[in-house]
């Protein structure tokens, strides 16, 4: 994971989503902020902002910080406060994180993760050869803590991933792709190649 910079709410977002998302926990005296008796009974509407989304953040997964096609997974917005949670959350442009179906499942409703839009630069790094995650040498005891709790609930160190990271890095090396197409595909490894000064 590396920092995302919040992008700017759609101008129809509120026209979409919030207003009739807002209407209906009204309609059905649910209040904002509080959880829902049945998170799976909100209406859907932040799937019509779900292309927005994608587009917004790149087509980069927040958690994975690979690119993804629309048809690979691309359907898929993490509520970072979970639905489940805070009903008036679900209806919130700033709550969304752009996942990937895998990473979203990991994520699930669980509140023990880093949140990509807060975290710093460094956080966490790589070992660009084995494609293994770690963390940054600068951290706090808290920040190892939930950097570590992030990593577990995310299997951002499972054997498939360090994999895919370290032939992204590998096809660098081989020059079987360009520079420029692996800080838009693969955005975490460019940024650890660069910043290890491997570019």
């Known amino acids: 994971m590396i920092p995302v910079p919040p992008k700017a709410e759609p101008a129809d977002f509120d026209r979409k989503v919030r207003k009739p998302g807002q209407k209906w926990l ?5 209040v904002p902020g509080a959880p829902p008796p049945d998170a799976s009974k909100l209406p859907p509407y932040w799937r019509e902002t779900q292309k927005t989304l994608w587009n917004a953040y790149d087509r980069v997964c927040a958690y994975l910080c690979i ?3 629309w048809p690979l ?7 970072f406060v979970a639905k489940s949670k805070d009903a008036g959350q679900a209806y919130e442009w700033t709550n969304y994180r752009l996942s990937c179906l895998g990473m979203n499942r990991q994520k699930n409703r669980f509140d023990d993760i880093l949140d990509p839009f807060q975290i710093q630069h460094e956080t966490f790094v790589l070992n660009l050869v084995s494609g293994e995650i770690g ?9 190892v803590a939930q950097a570590e ?5 995310l299997k951002l160190d499972d054997p498939e991933t360090n994999d895919m990271r370290a032939k992204h890095f590998a096809d660098y090396l081989s020059e079987q792709v360009t520079e420029s197409y692996l800080a838009r595909h693969s955005p975490f490894v460019w940024y650890e190649a660069r910043r290890q000064g491997l570019l």
Do not use: M, V
Not at 26 to 30: G, V
Not at 149 to 153: E, F, G, H
């Open 26 to 30: 009204r309609d059905n005296n649910i």
């Open 67 to 69: 690119y993804f096609d």
């Open 73 to 79: 997974g691309a359907g898929s917005t993490d509520h």
């Open 135 to 143: 963390l940054g040498p600068r951290l706090s005891p808290t920040l």
């Open 149 to 153: 709790d992030t990593i577990k609930r």
